[in-house]
């Protein structure tokens, strides 16, 4: 055996250099859809609320965003959360997203993966049955239900915040497209969802169409967001934007499931899970439309094939509109440990991004 492979075998951590910056992350996925979860490293943000933790974040340290977010340590559509003490003493934490644009308000994927998480960090005393954990996002306090059976996580499910219908087939000019029909719901986040059926697209919700729908989705998005002035959550300013564009496939799938969700959102991120946040509005949508009622429940597959299920727990009034809070449903897995570091003499530690 030669000396080289010898030491290969002997010398197999790597300690960095003092000034290197070391953060220590969980990777998981819902659906297909990534979440790195940075448990260790990250500077301590400043502020009395998550809303206050993310604007600190984002005017203080958003190279580390892109750092963990970008290439070469993630991909352009990398998805990312940062843990934070909770808005008050009836919370568990709080809980900031991040992606390839910024920080999300909302985020159902990642409040289903950061929940197993907790049983399998023991973070909290699990036992069998349902697991609560109230967890405050930009958007407001999500409850989540992890169900344990004989010690082992078998899904999430968990209430969102008011979700609401801002307006039903709405029409929008698209310049290349022309005419698209749509509907805006809020679901923690705004979307404008497109209903295939209602528009002459040229492409499908298949990964075979994954460019297509990512360039048309950004086209809708934007001229959306030109021509739409009705994108105002009723209490938080921080929250009144545009998130993304949802395309939808009511038909019956081959699969069994009742519909087919594809969402493009941020810089053109594609979901690969059927969006938990777009699924929140999309209950809205349903019940405005009486196509869902108490004790039903949608199932909604994505890109992927992996499936949410939706359903209503409640209505109430939010501000101005008629809101429902909405259930969903999924599953998450741990897909590994890591421990990134960044050189200051790296000319790209700051991360860069091809699509």
């Given at each position: 055996m030669?000396?080289?492979?010898?030491?290969i075998?002997?010398?197999?951590?790597?300690?960095?250099?003092k000034d290197?910056?070391?953060?220590k992350?969980?990777?998981m996925?819902t659906?297909?859809?990534p979440l790195?979860?940075?448990?260790?490293?990250?500077?301590?943000?400043?502020?009395?609320?998550?809303l206050?933790?993310r604007?600190?974040?984002?005017?203080?340290?958003?190279e580390?965003?892109?750092?963990l977010?970008?290439?070469?340590?993630g991909?352009?559509?990398m998805?990312?959360?940062?843990?934070?003490?909770?808005n008050d003493?009836?919370?568990?934490?709080?809980?900031?997203?991040?992606?390839?644009e910024?920080?999300?308000?909302?985020c159902?994927h990642?409040?289903i993966?950061?929940?197993?998480l907790?049983i399998?960090?023991?973070?909290?005393?699990?036992?069998?049955?349902?697991?609560?954990?109230k967890?405050?996002?930009p958007?407001?306090?999500?409850?989540?239900?992890?169900n344990v059976?004989?010690?082992k996580?078998?899904?999430?499910?968990?209430?969102c915040v008011?979700?609401?219908?801002?307006?039903?087939?709405?029409t929008?000019k698209?310049e290349?497209?022309?005419?698209?029909?749509?509907?805006?719901?809020?679901?923690?986040a705004?979307?404008?969802y497109?209903?295939?059926?209602?528009?002459?697209?040229?492409?499908?919700?298949t990964?075979?169409?994954?460019?297509?729908?990512i360039?048309?989705?950004?086209?809708?998005?934007?001229?959306v967001?030109?021509?739409?002035?009705?994108?105002?959550?009723?209490?938080?300013?921080?929250l009144?934007?545009?998130?993304?564009?949802?395309?939808?496939?009511?038909?019956?799938?081959?699969?069994?499931?009742?519909?087919?969700?594809?969402?493009?959102?941020?810089?053109?991120?594609?979901d690969?899970?059927?969006?938990g946040?777009?699924?929140?509005?999309?209950?809205?949508?349903?019940?405005?439309?009486?196509?869902?009622?108490?004790?039903?429940?949608?199932?909604?597959?994505?890109?992927?094939?992996?499936?949410f299920?939706?359903?209503?727990?409640?209505?109430?009034?939010?501000?101005?509109?008629?809101?429902?809070?909405?259930?969903?449903?999924?599953t998450?897995h741990?897909t590994?440990?890591?421990?990134?570091v960044?050189?200051?003499n790296?000319?790209?530690?700051?991360?860069?991004?091809?699509?």
């Open positions: 030669s000396k080289v492979y010898q030491n075998l002997k010398n197999s951590s790597f300690e960095p250099p290197w910056l070391q953060i992350t969980i990777d996925h659906g297909g859809e790195r979860v940075i448990i260790d490293g990250f500077p301590e943000l400043k502020g009395n609320s998550v206050e933790y604007r600190y974040c984002k005017d203080n340290y958003d580390l965003r892109t750092r977010m970008f290439e070469p340590r991909h352009a559509d998805y990312g959360c940062i843990l934070t003490p909770p003493n009836e919370g568990d934490f709080g809980i900031l997203f991040l992606h390839n910024g920080y999300s308000t909302m159902g990642a409040i993966a950061i929940s197993t907790a399998e960090m023991n973070w909290i005393d699990a036992k069998e049955g349902d697991n609560i954990l967890i405050d996002a958007c407001g306090r999500i409850t989540s239900y992890t059976e004989y010690g996580v078998t899904g999430v499910r968990f209430h008011p979700s609401f219908v801002v307006g039903l087939d709405k929008v698209v290349g497209i022309g005419n698209v029909t749509y509907d805006l719901a809020y679901g923690g705004f979307y404008a497109v209903d295939m059926a209602k528009n002459n697209f040229n492409f499908d919700l990964p075979s169409s994954y460019r297509k729908l360039s048309t989705g950004m086209d809708i998005k934007h001229a967001m030109k021509t739409n002035s009705e994108i105002l959550h009723p209490f938080e300013k921080d009144s934007f545009l998130y993304g564009t949802i395309f939808i496939d009511n038909q019956k799938q081959k699969s069994g499931s009742d519909s087919r969700n594809v969402c493009i959102f941020a810089e053109g991120e594609v690969r899970c059927p969006t946040s777009g699924v929140s509005g999309r209950m809205a949508i349903h019940k405005a439309r009486k196509e869902i009622d108490y004790g039903e429940t949608m199932t909604i597959e994505s890109i992927t094939n992996s499936v299920k939706g359903s209503i727990v409640s209505e109430e009034k939010y501000g101005n509109f008629n809101a429902i809070i909405p259930q969903v449903e999924g998450a741990i590994g440990i890591q421990t990134f960044i050189d200051p790296d000319p790209m530690k700051n991360g860069f991004i091809l699509r």
